[in-house]
């Protein structure tokens, strides 16, 4: 038998490091947690190499009293809880003790701290947890880390690091949601000698969105609140047109800690399931508040998960809510024509204080006080058509056919963020509607008030088609239609145990399912509008469905599949239609709840407005 060895403390201490550092990112993190649960309203992060070589983060918080200075270095030792029973009602970010020790055995460690009633600070340098040198020095008060060459002793673990570049993104992800989970902290990140970015910590949500994301997306959010006898939850939530092809701008917070949860990821996307393209993913910083009794942020030890004691509930609140304040908005996509005024954000520039200089020089007089110059509307919305005080009296015939931006009144709005403005696609407006006619037999052309309206027919017929059928099959008036000769189907232990549980419901909707033998089942009849739809691959997909998202396993799954699959047979593009069909079908698609995306989240659609044209005919010089 191998003899039983006991390892050194050194060895002892580096194994457990490997559970909280892995590379600089986590030392960020551990850092950043303990400043902002001491307090700190402004907090600096500095990187060279992008971590590696030096990581170097400052607050302005509590400090760390001298003589508990060694002692933060201890493993387990920590000021958030005392006893096992504390656990349940952790309401700090972090609380096992493990951070400052597991750094300080993989790296060199020097630590300023000065707390508000002492004259003079500590500088403590620590090297692969052994102390090296202690003294008295003049420093304000708060703390500053400086990690030197982490890994330098555990070279094994160095060279899995991947290049500066990608350690230095990798906490520049980490900084981006610390500045979003803390808008009331000033947060400042400095990499290679640049600044990426800098809030100011007033508070203001949507200004950290601004300064990380730019301002083309800070004009695309809308203020998200709501509250439940779980949670309470507020922030931000983008319109269906920003969405991306991952998860990654899914950010939300639990207490303000940054987190990553299959429940709350799943209630986002399945409020916006009607208006974003299926394999695209919405927008949203969001911040929960809720009990820690309701929840365990003990399941791993990076703290990035958590576990809801009553997700169900958690599921059917988010998720309705959310298709409520998507439901209450206008969402036709504008199209823009000047391409060069959509800023693109840039991490390796700062912009100014809300772009106070251009903004000032555009608004003056009429800047609205308490109204940050974010909120103001950009040169593209600027509302023209009536001259000012130079041009009055002029005579009104030597008006020329361009029209000077000079010669009009230029009025800056604030940003209608929550999008209360008159809405198009309803039956009061349709009176003032003028359909132009079709072009490439697929789009149909409108033209209403200063705007040019360009409609999808597919995407509208579909949409139609889809409620309509969602409403047949609530109210069960589904006509069916035999399948001769019948669909044999085969099916899994699972798949067959979730027929058994919702065959009442299959039947209700106008299917006809007999066994068939063998785990087999035999289709012999489905509502009229599926068929000659695949319905074999429909009732495989809805049983996948079932199968995956045990969740949402609710009839409603059934419904929607069906209703979507039925919208197959929806007129496609390069089809022309009459006039008198398009006129019948805006009249449908005006009768609808939600009429500007297709099941599939594709905008029916998209608007232009005559400011944007009159620029591409050089009529508007601005």
Not at 58 to 76: S, V, Y
Not at 178 to 188: E, F, G, M, T
Not at 229 to 239: H, M, N, Q
Not at 532 to 543: A, D, I, R, W
């Amino acid at each position: 038998m191998p003899e039983i060895n006991l390892l050194s403390q050194s060895t002892i201490d580096q194994i457990a490091a490997g559970e909280v550092v892995e590379r600089p990112s986590s030392v960020v993190k551990e850092l950043i947690e303990n400043a902002i649960d001491a307090g700190a309203g402004a907090i600096t992060v500095e990187l060279k190499e992008g971590g590696i070589s030096l990581i170097r983060v400052t607050d302005n918080g509590c400090g760390i009293e001298k003589d508990q200075i060694k002692k933060a270095f201890l493993r387990h030792a920590t000021s958030k809880i005392k006893s096992i029973e504390d656990l349940n009602f952790v309401d700090s970010l972090g609380f096992r003790g493990e951070a400052l020790s597991s750094i300080a055995a993989v790296s060199q460690v020097e630590v300023i701290t000065k707390t508000e009633h002492d004259l003079t600070g500590i500088k403590y340098s620590i090297a692969g947890g052994v102390e090296e040198d202690i003294e008295e020095i003049g420093a304000p008060c708060g703390t500053t880390f400086l990690v030197h060459n982490l890994f330098y002793n555990t070279p094994a673990r160095k060279k899995f690091l991947k290049q500066p570049q990608t350690e230095g993104g990798y906490v520049s992800d980490l900084m981006e949601h610390i500045a979003l989970s803390r808008p009331d902290i000033s947060v400042k990140f400095v990499n290679g000698g640049q600044v990426r970015f800098h809030t100011s910590g007033n508070g203001d949500l949507k200004e950290v969105i601004y300064r990380i994301y730019g301002r083309e997306m800070a004009e695309a959010v809308i203020p998200f609140e709501a509250k439940s006898g779980l949670c309470r939850v507020f922030g931000y939530i983008g319109k269906p047109e920003i969405n991306r092809s991952n998860r990654n701008f899914e950010i939300y917070f639990v207490n303000g800690r940054f987190v990553k949860d299959d429940i709350i990821s799943k209630a986002i996307e399945e409020g916006y399931r009607q208006y974003v393209m299926q394999h695209k993913f919405p927008f949203a910083v969001l911040h929960f508040t809720i009990d820690p009794q309701e929840i365990d942020v003990n399941v791993h030890p990076s703290k990035m998960q958590i576990r809801i004691h009553k997700g169900n509930e958690m599921y059917s609140f988010l998720s309705g809510v959310i298709h409520e304040k998507l439901h209450e908005i206008e969402m036709i996509p504008k199209v823009l024509l000047d391409e060069e005024k959509a800023e693109k954000n840039t991490y390796a520039k700062v912009p100014e204080p809300f772009e106070a200089k251009r903004i000032a020089n555009l608004v003056k007089e009429d800047d609205q006080p308490g109204i940050p110059p974010i909120l103001q509307k950009s040169v593209q919305n600027r509302i023209f058509g009536q001259t000012n005080e130079r041009t009055k009296g002029q005579n009104a015939g030597n008006h020329s056919n361009i029209i000077k931006a000079d010669e009009h009144i230029v009025v800056e709005k604030p940003v209608q963020m929550n999008l209360f403005e008159e809405k198009i696609l309803t039956a009061d407006a349709r009176n003032e509607y003028h359909i132009l006619g079709q072009i490439f037999d697929t789009y149909w052309l409108i033209a209403y008030k200063d705007k040019l309206l360009f409609v999808d027919q597919h995407a509208a017929h579909e949409k139609v088609k889809y409620e309509r059928l969602v409403k047949e099959l609530q109210q069960k008036t589904v006509s069916m239609q035999m399948v001769n000769p019948p669909l044999v189907l085969s099916l899994t232990g699972k798949e067959e145990e979730l027929l058994k549980e919702y065959m009442d419901y299959f039947e209700q909707l106008g299917f006809e399912i007999e066994e068939f033998g063998g785990g087999s089942y035999a289709l012999r009849s489905v509502p009229s509008d599926l068929y000659g739809c695949n319905e074999k691959k429909l009732f495989t997909e809805v049983m996948d469905e079932l199968s995956e998202n045990p969740m949402k396993g609710a009839p409603d799954v059934i419904l929607h599949k069906l209703a979507s699959m039925a919208c197959k047979s929806a007129v496609k593009g390069n089809n022309s239609m009459e006039m008198q069909e398009m006129e019948a079908l805006i009249d449908e698609l005006l009768a609808l709840d939600n009429p500007y995306h297709c099941p599939h989240g594709r905008p029916t659609i998209i608007s232009m407005s005559k400011y944007e044209i009159e620029k591409k005919f050089k009529r508007v010089v601005s």
